[in-house]
């Protein structure tokens, strides 16, 4: 299953994101970030694997969560990502 990462406050996502990772790393979880834009072609392309991947997981072991380049820029920026193509 998908969290999206809603453009709110980035202190406020910052401390959630700190606090969701840390007990997912004390869970022994991974989490996988999938950064996208609505007009990126290859993400608009690997989106319905990703889909799949999150739909089909044991969320026990892996959380998922999208954020959007351009509704949550602040987000992105925090993160490092500078380029989605």
């Known amino acids: 299953m998908w969290r999206v990462l ?3 406050s980035l202190h406020a996502l910052t401390c959630l994101s700190i606090t ?4 997912a790393k004390d ?26 991947f999150a739909a089909e997981a044991d969320s026990s072991k892996i959380e998922f969560y999208k954020v ?13 990502v500078s380029v989605v193509c």
Not at 20 to 23: P, S
Not at 32 to 52: E, N, Q
Not at 68 to 80: H, L, N, P, Q
């Open 20 to 23: 969701q990772i840390a007990k």
């Open 68 to 80: 959007d380049v351009d509704e949550a820029a602040a987000i992105s920026r925090k993160a490092g």
């Open 6 to 8: 809603e453009p709110f």
């Open 27 to 52: 869970e022994k979880k991974v989490v996988l970030v999938d950064y996208t834009a609505s007009w990126c072609g290859p993400c608009k392309m690997i989106a319905p694997v990703l889909d799949k």
